[in-house]
């Protein structure tokens, strides 16, 4: 069942979603050679909890880590750890927050520059899907237009969307109905109305669109060692169409291409 959210309810996860947004401005800054993503994660933890808000993924399901943390082939889910960045690397790190009781959630793939041809327009195409697909969260549009606009975008430009990860509802849980797949028909899905809140997601190769599992169960890795991306919003549905409730776009700068 998907749960509708009222006005007010909407302003708490745009209050989520701004802590959300300041923790990944503050790790922009630190996403530099040298820095391990356990270093981020605590960076990151003792920000949210110093908002007074709570990191979601931390204890989710077990998960140990307060952020993943992606690197290159790594396409999401990954547990932060010892690894250090590199010059040429491209990292997704996923965030969620929880305050007073409201979840936001968002991604953004940073590169370590400089980075190879291939990964500039791998983070720009998946980048620019998203903001396409955010788009197309509008009251009577079916939840296809949101998939079909990152599909149809990632595919114009030679790049394979990921099809056994999907985005999801959000609200007082990080995962609500509906399931929302970065593919399918513009027909396709339950019509979007006002209330609905998205938490969409591409997850872009370079190369083929099939996954495989780590060894720690977590962490999930393009098959073919093809470099991968993923960035995600929290989009509400309004009657005046799509509100981004996480809009790091509009401040995070060039490390996320």
């Not at 983070?123 to 969260?137: D, F, P, R, W, Y």
């Not at 999907?166 to 007082?172: C, E, N, P, S």
């Amino acid at each position: 069942m998907i749960v509708k959210k009222s006005p007010a309810e909407i302003e708490r996860m745009a209050a989520a979603g701004d802590i959300l947004v300041r923790t990944h401005r503050l790790l922009e800054g630190k996403v530099r050679p040298g820095a391990t993503t356990k270093e981020l994660d605590e960076a990151a933890e003792r920000f949210i909890r110093s908002q007074g808000a709570v990191p979601s993924f931390k204890g989710y399901r077990g998960f140990p880590g307060a952020i993943c943390a992606s690197p290159n082939h790594m396409v999401v889910h990954g547990i932060p750890g010892p690894y250090k960045l590199e010059r040429g690397d491209v990292i997704s790190i996923d965030i969620g927050v929880t305050y007073e009781g409201w979840v936001a959630d968002a991604a953004i793939t940073y590169a370590l520059e400089p980075v190879t041809p291939i990964a500039e327009k791998l983070l720009t195409v998946t980048k620019e899907s998203l903001l396409k697909a955010a788009g197309a969260a509008r009251p009577g549009n079916r939840l296809g237009a949101v998939s079909n606009a990152v599909q149809s975008h990632v595919e114009a430009n030679g790049l394979s969307v990921v099809r056994s990860l999907v985005g999801h509802g959000i609200g007082r849980d990080m995962h609500e109905d509906p399931q929302i797949p970065n593919f399918g028909p513009v027909s396709s899905g339950p019509k979007l109305e006002e209330g609905m809140v998205l938490a969409v997601e591409p997850m872009v190769t370079a190369g083929r669109h099939t996954v495989r599992m780590g060894d720690d169960h977590w962490a999930i890795y393009s098959q073919d060692g093809s470099l991968a991306a993923h960035f995600e919003f929290t989009i509400a549905v309004t009657a005046s169409g799509p509100r981004i409730l996480t809009p790091w776009h509009e401040h995070i700068g060039a490390a996320a291409a």
